[in-house]
């Protein structure tokens, strides 16, 4: 089976969705917890300055916002009112079009992001994916959802081999046929050299030169 593997913000969607999906949470569900908005830009500016690492500041901001846990019939409206809002307001008409031409070839359509999985799955869901790789969280043994990453935070070459685990947990390997791939970030680079097809989409300017160089086909999504 031919494959069909799409980042998720800023290449499906127009605007990146973790800090927004945390800003919905706390809005709905405790609105208190806005208070911890100067902690949370504290933590970007740790990061930025390379004291904290990319997932430690998912987890920080994860806590500040929606708490240490949340129980999955609480979390799940939440959820699905975020993902009702991006499929309404913020995926790009070219995604749109793109899945829809992929599904028509047959393709197995992915979503592979860096966001949580818990959400990006029900927005996968909606706008037609077959399958999501994401960041996965702690469960509790209430299966109650921690604000602790479980593995790897599935970004720049953690993405890679988190395809990898995908594609043999679905026993793909050896046996899959043509890979294309989608995004918009250059740290999406060790993709992009896996797979056979690569599309840059609104790329930034990084992966703008690196598509040019390596004869990539570059799109506009909209």
Same mark, same amino acid.
């Given at each position: 089976?031919?494959?069909?593997?799409?980042?998720?913000?800023?290449?499906?969607?127009?605007?990146?969705?973790?800090?927004?999906?945390?800003?919905?949470?706390?809005? *709905?569900?405790?609105?208190?917890?806005?208070?911890?908005?100067?902690?949370?830009?504290? %933590?970007?500016?740790?990061?930025?300055?390379?004291?904290? %690492?990319?997932?430690?500041? *998912?987890?920080?901001?994860?806590?500040?916002?929606?708490?240490?846990?949340?129980?999955?019939?609480?979390? *799940?409206?939440?959820?699905?009112?975020?993902?009702?809002?991006?499929?309404?307001?913020?995926?790009?008409?070219?995604?749109?079009?793109?899945?829809?031409?992929?599904?028509?070839?047959?393709?197995?359509?992915?979503?592979?992001?860096?966001?949580?999985?818990?959400?990006?799955?029900?927005?996968?869901?909606?706008?037609?994916?077959?399958?999501?790789?994401?960041?996965?969280?702690?469960?509790?043994?209430?299966?109650?959802?921690?604000?602790?990453?479980?593995?790897?935070?599935?970004?720049?070459?953690? *993405?890679?081999?988190?395809?990898?685990?995908? +594609?043999?947990?679905?026993?793909?390997?050896?046996?899959?046929?043509?890979?294309?791939?989608?995004?918009?970030? +250059?740290?999406?680079?060790?993709?992009?050299?896996?797979?056979?097809?690569?599309?840059?989409?609104?790329?930034?300017?990084?992966?703008?030169?690196?598509? %040019?160089?390596?004869?990539?086909?570059?799109?506009?999504?909209?």
């Amino acid at each position: 089976m031919d494959l069909a593997i799409y980042d998720m913000d800023r290449t499906v969607t127009r605007r990146p969705t973790y800090t927004s999906f945390l800003l919905h949470c706390a809005r *709905k569900r405790a609105p208190w917890r806005l208070l911890f908005l100067p902690l949370v830009a504290g %933590s970007m500016l740790a990061y930025l300055a390379k004291l904290i %690492s990319r997932a430690r500041l *998912k987890e920080i901001n994860h806590k500040l916002l929606l708490g240490a846990s949340i129980r999955p019939a609480d979390l *799940k409206p939440l959820v699905d009112s975020f993902a009702d809002a991006q499929v309404a307001h913020n995926i790009r008409p070219g995604a749109r079009k793109a899945i829809a031409r992929d599904k028509a070839e047959g393709r197995r359509v992915v979503m592979a992001t860096a966001s949580y999985r818990f959400y990006a799955a029900a927005i996968a869901e909606r706008v037609g994916f077959d399958d999501t790789i994401g960041t996965n969280t702690l469960l509790g043994l209430d299966d109650s959802v921690l604000c602790r990453i479980d593995g790897e935070n599935c970004y720049g070459e953690a *993405k890679m081999r988190m395809v990898a685990g995908w +594609v043999e947990r679905s026993g793909l390997t050896g046996k899959h046929g043509h890979v294309r791939f989608y995004s918009d970030h +250059v740290t999406d680079a060790p993709v992009f050299e896996w797979a056979d097809e690569a599309v840059a989409v609104n790329p930034h300017g990084r992966l703008r030169e690196l598509a %040019s160089r390596r004869g990539w086909a570059v799109e506009d999504w909209g």
